[in-house]
């Protein structure tokens, strides 16, 4: 246990934004369980991306859950809402709770293994609602979450555990990007559950 280790209200971010990390909020059972249930109950699709007008398709796989069939554009593609499953709005409820901010959806990623990432970007589409809550809960594989300041290029980095909570919020999109570095250290598969509020 790291004693120095920053508390859930510790803001991981040296300026120009807040990010919290709450660190497990599931213990390893449970965190595994909903492992489990998302990785055989989500209608999982590859992820489909438009860069330089060319059409490219992920290995890695993702979903869309929002009220009222609400679609997300981004990186040149439309997500059509499915609704939400029991498990989905549990841990949606579990995230506000710990949060106290307020989601009506959430993007998953299926991350089959470390050779999986993604790779510099923000959460700064137009229908987000600016400077909004998005909480990102991790199931499986450990895997680092870096930020990288837009003007100053600094970095800061967070190794995100097995059933862990993240909370970026504030200006965080505006100022920062964040990235999920590839590894080959990592084998094993990771969910994450990024909750949002759309406008």
Not at 62 to 84: E, H, I, N, R
Not at 93 to 113: D, I, K, P, Q, V
Not at 126 to 154: N, Y
Request: glycine letters at 8%.
């Amino acid at each position: 246990m790291d004693l120095f280790a920053p508390g859930p209200e510790a803001n991981l971010l040296p300026f120009d934004g807040t990010v919290n990390y709450h660190g497990a909020i599931l213990p390893p059972s449970e965190a595994d369980a909903s492992m489990a249930i998302l990785a055989t109950g989500i209608p999982w699709e590859n992820d489909v991306t438009v860069m330089f007008g060319k059409r490219i398709v992920t290995a890695r796989k993702v979903a869309w859950f929002a009220d009222g069939g609400l679609s997300y554009s981004y990186s040149g593609t439309t997500k059509q809402a499915l609704p939400w499953t029991p498990e989905l709005l549990r841990l949606r409820e579990l995230a506000t709770r710990r949060t106290g901010a307020t989601y009506n959806s959430c993007l998953l990623n299926l991350y089959h293994h470390g050779s999986e990432g993604m790779g510099w970007h923000g959460d700064d589409e137009s229908t987000l609602v600016p400077g909004s809550s998005i909480a990102a809960i991790s199931l499986g594989a450990e895997r680092k979450f870096s930020f990288k300041h837009r003007r100053t290029k600094q970095t800061v980095s967070q190794t995100l555990e097995n059933g862990s909570l993240l909370d970026m919020r504030g200006d965080t999109q505006k100022n920062w990007l964040h990235q999920l570095p590839k590894t080959r250290r990592v084998t094993d598969p990771r969910i994450s559950l990024t909750f949002r509020l759309m406008a």
